[in-house]
């Protein structure tokens, strides 16, 4: 099984920054691929970005286009995600999620289905101040 753990949520005013990490732990981690989603209050659980195994693709949702970056270190088994210019509207807790890939698939952004990982973390949570 695999265990993944989030750091760094808290609480800023608009226009700061946070950096998010995860890192994944277990018997057999693998070659995976990441993603992280967030949920506010009284909506569904949606995807933020992604990265594939290579790093090479990601997708970001348009909303934090151009705000956050997400980025990958493949020897730690760890995502992190730079947010920038943060704006109330981002206030929710951020979930990171990976998903087993294959030689394959490595190249390949995990998708933006909540259905295709395989392992969640625990939520931190973000809030953002106006």
């Known amino acids: 099984q695999v265990q993944l753990v989030e750091s760094g949520g808290g609480l800023v005013q608009a226009g700061g920054s946070l950096r998010l990490s995860c890192t994944a732990s277990?018997?057999?981690?693998?070659?995976?691929?990441w993603a992280w989603f967030r949920q506010a209050p009284g909506k569904e659980r949606a995807l933020v970005t992604a990265?594939?195994?290579?790093?090479?693709?990601?997708d970001y949702v348009d909303s934090v286009e151009g705000r956050f970056t997400i980025s990958r270190d493949n020897a730690k088994n760890t995502v992190h995600l730079q947010m920038n210019s943060l704006k109330p509207e981002d206030t929710a807790d951020y979930y990171c999620?990976?998903?087993?890939?294959?030689?394959?698939?490595?190249?390949?952004?995990?998708?933006?289905?909540?259905?295709?990982?395989?392992?969640w973390g625990q939520g931190t949570q973000v809030t953002v101040s106006s």
């Open positions: 277990g018997r057999t981690v693998g070659m995976i691929a």
């Open positions: 990265i594939s195994w290579s790093g090479g693709s990601t």
């Open positions: 999620a990976a998903r087993r890939m294959n030689p394959y698939s490595s190249r390949i952004s995990p998708g933006r289905e909540l259905n295709r990982y395989d392992y």
